[in-house]
C-alpha cells in the first residue's frame, strides 16, 4: 500500500515535467522505481544492476532513434498519438515500419536480458521484475506520453 502511495506521489509531483523530460529521464525514474519495489539480496543487487542498467540505457536509446527518425520524416506526436489523416503514405510507412522496428529491437533486448537474469534470480523473484515493469508502466504511461515515442510494450 505504502508502494501505490508513492507511486501516486510521484506522478503528480513529477506530471507537469513529464512531457519535457527525455528517454533517459523516464528510464531514471523507471530504474529508480524498480530498485524501490524489488526485493533483492545483497548478492542479487549487483548483479542485477550490472545487467539492467545497460538494458535501460539500450531501451532509452532505441525510443530516442524512433522519435530522431520521426522528427526526421516530419511526423509530428501529439500526447503519443499520431494523426493518421494528416500523414502521407511514405510517412505512414516510415511509422508502421519504425513501430515494428523498435519492437523487434525490444523483444530481443527483453529475451536477452531474460536469459541473463534467470542465472541470478530466482523465478519469484524475476516474475515480480515483470510485475513491477508492468505497474511502472501502469502507473505513468499517460503521464510520460511524448517523453519517448512509444506505445510502451
Not at 78 to 99: H, I
Request: glycine share 2%; charged share 35%.
Amino acid at each position: 500500500m505504502r508502494h501505490i502511495f508513492y507511486t501516486i506521489l510521484l506522478i503528480f509531483i513529477f506530471s507537469p515535467l513529464f512531457a519535457q523530460e527525455d528517454c533517459q529521464s523516464i528510464m531514471t525514474i523507471k530504474r529508480n522505481f524498480i530498485e524501490r519495489n524489488l526485493v533483492l539480496s545483497n548478492a542479487e543487487r549487483q548483479a542485477f544492476w550490472d545487467l539492467y542498467n545497460p538494458y535501460l540505457k539500450e531501451e532509452a536509446e532505441i525510443f530516442e532513434d524512433s522519435k530522431a527518425l520521426l522528427q526526421k520524416n516530419s511526423i509530428e506526436r501529439s500526447k503519443g498519438r499520431v494523426d493518421y489523416t494528416k500523414l502521407t503514405d511514405k510517412q505512414l510507412y516510415v511509422l508502421m515500419e519504425d513501430r515494428i522496428d523498435r519492437k523487434e529491437k525490444l523483444l530481443t533486448m527483453e529475451k536477452n536480458l531474460y536469459v541473463q537474469l534467470k542465472k541470478i534470480l530466482s523465478a519469484k523473484t524475476l516474475y515480480q521484475l515483470y510485475q513491477i515493469e508492468g505497474r511502472f508502466k501502469a502507473d505513468i504511461k499517460e503521464e510520460a506520453k511524448g517523453a519517448c515515442t512509444h506505445e510502451k510494450k
